[in-house]
C-alpha cells in the first residue's frame, strides 16, 4: 500500500509570492491534516479535511488556506509569502477524523522563503 | 485545552544503555496518547499508541510506554538503544471527543535522541 505523497519535496519562494503543496493519502483514507514544523515552535496544526470539508482549523492567518479534492487528495496554499513561513509542511492522512485515529504522515515539503 | 510537554529537549545515552523519554499530558477526558518518532528529513512515524486497557503498550522497534493516569504521563522506554534510534520523538494527544477545542492532534515539543556508540 502506497503511503502519503506530498509534492514537492523541497522549493524556494521569495517573499510576496504564493505557493502550493499537494498531498495524497494513503488510498481509503478520508481524513487530511496539515501540520506545520519549525525548530522554535514544533509541530503546529495548521488544518484537516474530512471528506472536502475542513473540520478544524488552527491558529495561523488567512494567508494560509487548504482544499481537498473528491478523491481525497489535498493542497494547501499560503499566499503573499512571509520569511517565517519557511518550514517542513507536513500532510497526515487517517482513517478516522479528528482526533481519534492514527496519523499516517508523508515526508514532508520543506519551503525556504527568502 | 489539549497539551503536551516533553520537559527533555535533548537527551544523549549510550549504545545498549536504557532509554526513558518523557511526556505529560493536559487533556479534559480520556486521553488518545501516541509516541512518534522522526528520522532527519524524514516524516513522522508512530511507534506506539494508547486508547484503553492495559496502561503499559507495546510498540514498535522494541519500544514501550506506560500510562499512568494519576501523573498524566505516558513515559517512552526502550531496554537497550541501537545507534540507528537516534532521532527526534514526539508524544502527542488526542481523543475520542469530537469537540472543536479536542478534535486534533497535539503534539509535544519534541526531545532530541544522540546515541553515543
Known amino acids: 500500500k502506497a503511503g502519503v505523497t506530498q509534492t514537492p519535496r523541497y522549493l524556494i519562494k521569495t517573499r510576496g509570492q504564493q505557493v502550493t503543496l499537494s498531498c495524497s493519502p494513503i488510498?481509503?483514507?478520508?481524513?487530511v491534516s496539515w501540520y506545520q514544523q519549525t525548530p522554535g515552535q514544533g509541530l503546529q496544526f495548521l488544518f484537516e479535511?474530512?471528506?472536502?470539508?475542513?473540520?478544524n482549523k488552527g491558529n495561523f492567518p488567512g494567508r494560509f488556506s487548504g482544499r481537498q479534492f473528491s478523491n481525497s487528495r489535498s493542497e494547501m496554499n499560503v499566499s503573499t509569502l512571509e520569511l517565517g513561513d519557511s518550514a517542513l509542511y507536513l500532510c497526515?492522512?487517517?482513517?478516522?477524523?479528528?482526533?481519534?485515529?492514527?496519523?499516517?504522515f508523508g515526508e514532508g515539503s520543506r519551503l525556504t522563503v527568502l | 485545552a489539549q497539551s503536551v510537554t516533553q520537559p527533555d529537549i535533548h537527551i544523549t545515552v549510550s549504545e545498549g544503555a536504557s532509554l526513558e523519554l518523557r511526556c505529560n499530558y493536559s487533556?479534559?477526558?480520556?486521553?488518545?496518547l501516541f509516541w512518534y518518532v522522526q528520522s532527519p528529513g524524514q516524516g513522522l512515524q508512530l511507534l506506539l499508541k494508547?486508547?484503553?486497557?492495559?496502561?503499559l503498550v507495546q510498540g514498535i522497534k522494541g519500544f514501550e510506554a506506560e500510562f499512568k493516569r494519576s501523573q498524566s504521563s505516558f513515559n517512552l522506554r526502550k531496554p537497550s538503544v541501537h545507534w540507528s534510534d537516534a532521532a527526534e520523538y514526539f508524544c502527542?494527544?488526542?481523543?475520542?471527543?469530537?469537540?472543536?477545542?479536542?478534535?486534533?492532534?497535539?503534539f509535544g515539543p519534541g526531545t532530541s535522541l544522540s546515541v553515543i556508540p
Open positions: 488510498s481509503g483514507h478520508r481524513s
Open positions: 497526515a492522512s487517517s482513517l478516522q477524523v479528528g482526533a481519534s485515529g492514527e496519523l499516517f
Open positions: 479535511y474530512f471528506s472536502e470539508t475542513q473540520r
Open positions: 502527542a494527544v488526542g481523543g475520542p471527543k469530537l469537540k472543536t477545542s479536542y478534535d486534533k492532534v497535539i
Open positions: 494508547y486508547f484503553s486497557g492495559d496502561t
Open positions: 487533556y479534559g477526558a480520556t486521553p488518545y
